[in-house]
């Protein structure tokens, strides 16, 4: 039996508001494959449970008529990877979504609850970083937007206030019209593992220079992390093997990886260095294609 | 925290009183649908794996509420008046059962990768990935790879 004292199910994101408001102290609990987890034994942070499970609103992917893409955050992992929306138009959020743990648990595991956790390992982090995301709360006050990167506020902490409910990530045209990009973890083994070091990376060529490059690390710090003096230094340059050697050479400047028992310090270093190449590589090369073939 | 839940377990309708706290492998085993295996209760896995509705979860890691009104297959409702589903008979078949705790749950997710892919042609490195949220310590797995092939052969276009 789970270890818990009160147990709300919220019918609509709404109600999951009123229920949350009423007990700061309360959790929303989406797919469980988390926070379940953390409830075997006593645990003083999880004492009540907001149940938003089967909050219908929250379970769509949409586009707006301007493009922009609203990734429900009851979405499960699976549901991503089945929606044409998010296939045709941004599909590295499914190359880091099928990545993250095994079959059963991408059955359950939503979108919000791997952002919400505020994991530095989220799979789905580092993809939403490159697509610009932003997130949108719903609470007592009203709606507010905010950058993905600027939601997440430390390691398990991001900037959900009491009462709120995460109820979308949006991802602009602007932001993946026109943009390809690539996700590779780097683990262990081939499922059901924590990144050792995840590396995403987007780019926008236009005449064979640089017109715009992110890229978003997850493990390279205590949240996922943007390489922004990096990506400044690109702009405007030729994507050839010196913007990939500048790349590689300046990345480690932004990030902040660490020694933990899966892996040391130097060895994160090695592998952000090689990632960024390989996966900067990648996105080039699937920019250049996509336009060739428009 | 008392509720009730009305769902199909392996075509029969049942309605269970349950406390909100428990989980679905729980309240499967309470009421002696024994084949759901608890083992690392962090869904790492697999070995309580069961079909909701056709899809495979980890009944550990699902709250028992979640499941009213759907309808759940578990390993001994697979097999029909003492004849073992084909999933079932190419394990046995393969040599894919040794100890046999990954097996109830492994034998849901085959089952639901034969009947999701019934008549394509699927990879080995398919069958591995749609696999992968379940641990054996015995098999290797290669045995288990070669049952899941037995059942998609006679289904492949063309044959």
């Known amino acids: 039996m789970f270890d818990f004292n009160s147990y709300h199910k919220a019918k609509s994101v709404d109600e999951a508001i009123a229920l949350l408001s009423q007990n700061p102290e309360a959790i929303p609990l989406a797919g469980g494959t988390d926070v379940l987890v953390r409830l075997h034994g006593h645990n003083k942070n999880y004492r009540h449970l907001v149940d938003i499970h089967d909050v219908a609103e929250l379970k769509k992917v949409t586009m707006e008529s301007d493009g922009t893409i609203v990734i429900g955050s009851g979405m499960t992992f699976t549901g991503l990877a089945h929606s044409p929306v998010v296939c045709e138009n941004i599909p590295v959020l499914n190359e880091g979504g099928s990545s993250i743990g095994g079959p059963q648990v991408r059955n359950v595991a939503t979108v919000g609850g791997n952002i919400c956790n505020g994991a530095p390992s989220g799979d789905s982090a580092s993809p939403l970083l490159v697509l610009n995301a932003t997130v949108e709360l719903k609470g007592p006050d009203g709606i507010r937007r905010l950058p993905l990167y600027d939601f997440y506020q430390g390691p398990g902490q991001v900037d959900r206030k009491a009462g709120e409910i995460m109820t979308c990530l949006r991802v602009a045209a602007d932001d993946y019209r026109g943009w390809s990009a690539h996700y590779y973890k780097y683990a262990m083994r081939g499922a059901m593992d924590i990144a050792t070091i995840g590396c995403g990376a987007a780019c926008k060529v236009v005449d064979g220079k640089i017109a715009g490059l992110r890229l978003g690390f997850v493990v390279a710090g205590p949240t996922p992390l943007r390489c922004w003096r990096t990506e400044e230094k690109t702009i405007g340059m030729q994507a050839d093997e010196e913007l990939i050697d500048i790349v590689k050479n300046s990345v480690l400047g932004d990030l902040r990886p660490r020694d933990s028992w899966r892996a040391a310090k130097d060895f994160r270093e090695q592998i952000i260095k090689t990632l960024a190449e390989r996966v900067l590589r990648e996105a080039i090369k699937r920019n250049i294609r996509n336009t060739e073939m428009e | ?159």
Not at chain 2, 46 to 66: Q, R
Not at chain 2, 111 to 125: A, I, P, S, Y
């Open chain 2, 1 to 159: 925290m008392i509720r009730t839940i009305s769902c199909t377990v392996n075509s029969k309708p049942v309605s269970w009183q349950i406390d909100v706290r428990m989980s679905l492998s729980e309240v499967l085993r309470t009421n002696g649908f024994t084949s759901v295996k608890e083992g690392c209760g962090v869904g790492e896995c697999g070995a309580c794996a069961v079909l909701l509705d056709g899809i495979a979860v980890d009944s550990c890691l699902y709250l028992a509420i979640w499941a009213d009104g759907c309808n759940i297959r578990t390993s001994e409702g697979e097999s029909k008046g003492g004849t073992l589903s084909e999933v079932q008979q190419a394990y046995l078949d393969n040599g894919s059962v040794q100890c046999g705790f990954c097996t109830p749950g492994l034998v849901m997710s085959s089952t639901e990768f034969v009947e999701k892919h019934r008549g394509e042609k699927v990879t080995r490195d398919q069958i591995r990935k749609e696999h992968a949220g379940h641990i054996c310590r015995c098999t290797g797995y290669e045995s288990i790879i070669r049952a899941v092939e037995q059942c998609m052969k006679p289904y492949e276009k063309g044959k």
